[in-house]
Antibody, heavy 120, light 107 residues
Framework: EVQLLESGGGLVQPGGSLRLSCAAS????????MRWVRQAPGKGLEWVSA????????YYADSVKGRFTISRDNSKNTLYLQMNNLRAEDTALYYC?????????????WGQGTTVTVSS | EIVLTQSPATLSLSPGERATLSCRAS??????LVWYQQKPGQAPRLLIY???NRATGIPARFSGSGSGTDFTLTISSLEPEDFAVYYC?????????FGGGTRVEIK
């Protein structure tokens, strides 16, 4: 079964940093663009960042631009999100998701999410 | 940024009834509109892509329609497992944006 497994979440103070990881299995990881999507407690979905299959093209939501960096290591089938200068409003469940161009660029595989809490 | 407005915020219906969910975009997105379903404690699930195409394994009772700025997700006859929150998302322009969601609850 195609799978994504996030890790790296936790409690961090405002201004701190975290690096999230997303381990992919049972699909050709380098062939697919990937995305991070977050969901604040009790709120809706918010797209955070995206990266092309080769890693050369990246996109960010304005709310995280300049603070977050998306990257991938295709040799390790792993996606990353480096989060710096964290703010209380970054508190959320962070999902990684696989994007499939054959499905209208929809996100057809999602991880279970990893929780980030920014609080003093 | 393209803003997606979903309505209603909550839809109270009984099993077997028809559900009609709306998603309106602040500017045209063509047919580049996706629908997701999210149940409590679960990740979202891809339902519909490019406005009207069902994703793999999605039952035929789910259908999407619309183009430009107005889109509709219809569930022809609600099954107990369909009570959930539904989100639309556009991929026409960066940044990608989601609507605020419609909760379909049991009446």
């Amino acid at each position: 079964e195609v799978q994504l497994l996030e890790s790296g979440g936790g409690l961090v103070q405002p201004g701190g940093s975290l690096r999230l990881s997303c381990a992919a299995s049972r699909f050709s990881f380098s062939s697919y663009a990937m995305r991070w999507v977050r969901q604040a407690p009790g709120k809706g979905l918010e797209w955070v960042s995206a990266i092309s299959g080769g890693g050369g093209t990246t996109y960010y939501a304005d709310s995280v631009k300049g603070r977050f960096t998306i990257s991938r290591d295709n040799s390790k089938n792993t996606l990353y999100l480096q989060m710096n200068n964290l703010r209380a409003e970054d508190t959320a469940l962070y999902y990684c998701a696989k994007m499939d161009t054959a499905l209208g660029y929809g996100m057809d595989v999602w991880g279970q999410g990893t929780t980030v809490t920014v609080s003093s | 940024e393209i803003v997606l407005t979903q309505s209603p915020a909550t839809l109270s219906l009984s099993p077997g009834e028809r559900a009609t969910l709306s998603c309106r975009a602040s500017q045209t997105v063509g047919s580049y509109l996706v629908w997701y379903q999210q149940k409590p404690g679960q990740a979202p699930r891809l339902l519909i892509y490019d406005a009207f195409n069902r994703a793999t394994g999605i039952p035929a009772r789910f259908s999407g329609s619309g183009s430009g700025t107005d889109f509709t997700l219809t569930i022809s006859s609600l099954e107990p497992e369909d009570f959930a929150v539904y989100y639309c998302q556009q991929r026409s322009n960066w940044p990608l944006t989601f609507g605020g969601g419609t909760r379909v609850e049991i009446k």
